[in-house]
């Protein structure tokens, strides 16, 4: 997969084109689409923030754009409605590393204040949320009183993780960079151009199938609740991540991996009749929540 992208950007003398992005062509605005019962709503959203701690930091920006999507064949069709709206904080201040990072000063934000009631509404008429990064958007969006319910209710899908790059020979999920192999670059880290590009990315590939496929999948998380530490290297090799606030390896898996991997852990984890894994099934609407 990778490599048509390279071959579509590589040019006869070896050079690279590679486009500017600025926004979404305006024909996809412009398309006439009658509605049909195959089609429903989504939004892609995206957020910046004061830092990384959704209990403590806040949000300086949001963009949401809705779209019209095809439910059985899953690929957008057309945006219908957008939200872009910079944020004051009150608890925070916006330092210069925040700023670097996203462009966003103390003097844009000033006086400005989200409205939380059109961000609610847009999430409410939809199917799904979709974030680049829904293990950081869900719980800082989630962190706002206003909104908190109507996320609560929703399935959000992520496509950092609900599509497997590297077996597409993207040898990383970084939105920038997978922007690069699709044959494009933007001015990154302010919301609405983020959730555009993202979008450019979707529309280029069946992207939007295998993030849903993958939404609707049950879940398991499993815990290495006293891994021995020679195991480390081993669990890394098959996907875990280490949980430095519980100390213990983790992972998530479809249900119907369940039977393999505790014959994994059984057998090559843990000694014999002392597994100490546990197992949690997750609500699909609670992936992603902090």
């Known amino acids: 997969m990778k490599k048509f992208f390279v071959d579509k950007i590589y040019n006869p003398d070896r050079s690279i ?4 992005f600025i926004e979404l062509p305006k024909e996809l605005f412009s398309k006439a689409v009658e509605k049909t019962a195959d089609m429903g709503f ?3 959203l995206d957020t910046e923030t004061t830092g990384l701690d959704h209990e403590n930091d806040e949000i300086i920006e949001i963009a949401i754009r809705k779209w019209i999507y095809h439910k059985k064949d899953h690929y957008l069709i057309k945006p219908v409605e957008e939200y872009s709206e910079l944020n004051e904080p009150v608890k ?5 590393a925040i700023t670097e990072i996203t462009g966003i000063t103390k003097e844009d934000v000033k006086g400005k204040k989200i409205d939380w009631s ?7 008429e939809s199917d799904f949320v979709l974030a680049h990064n829904a293990g950081f958007d ?9 909104v908190r319910d109507i996320s609560g209710s929703k399935i959000w899908a992520c496509s950092f993780v609900q599509v497997d ?6 040898l990383s999920s ?3 960079l997978l922007s690069i192999f699709h044959g494009f670059h933007y001015a990154g880290h302010r919301a609405l151009t983020d959730i555009d590009a993202l979008a450019n990315i979707l529309l280029q590939g069946d992207y939007l199938k295998e993030i849903l496929q993958n939404a609707k999948t049950k879940q398991v998380r499993v815990d290495c609740i006293k891994a021995p530490y020679e195991s480390k290297d081993l669990l890394k090799a098959n996907g875990f991540s280490w949980d430095g606030a519980n100390k213990f390896w983790t992972k998530l898996i479809p249900e119907t991996e369940l039977d393999a991997m505790k014959v994994f852990l059984e057998e090559e984890v843990y000694p014999k009749g002392r597994m100490d894994a546990e197992m949690t099934t997750i609500n699909l609407r609670d992936r992603f929540k902090a």
Not at 92 to 96: A, R, S
Not at 165 to 170: E, I
């Open 174 to 176: 970084k939105q920038e």
């Open 138 to 146: 869900r719980p800082m969006i989630e962190s706002v009183p206003e």
């Open 42 to 44: 989504c939004v892609i």
């Open 92 to 96: 925070n201040e916006i330092t210069e």
């Open 165 to 170: 790059w590297g077996a597409k020979g993207f």
């Open 118 to 124: 059109i961000v609610s509404r847009l999430i409410g």
């Open 17 to 20: 084109t590679i486009q500017e």
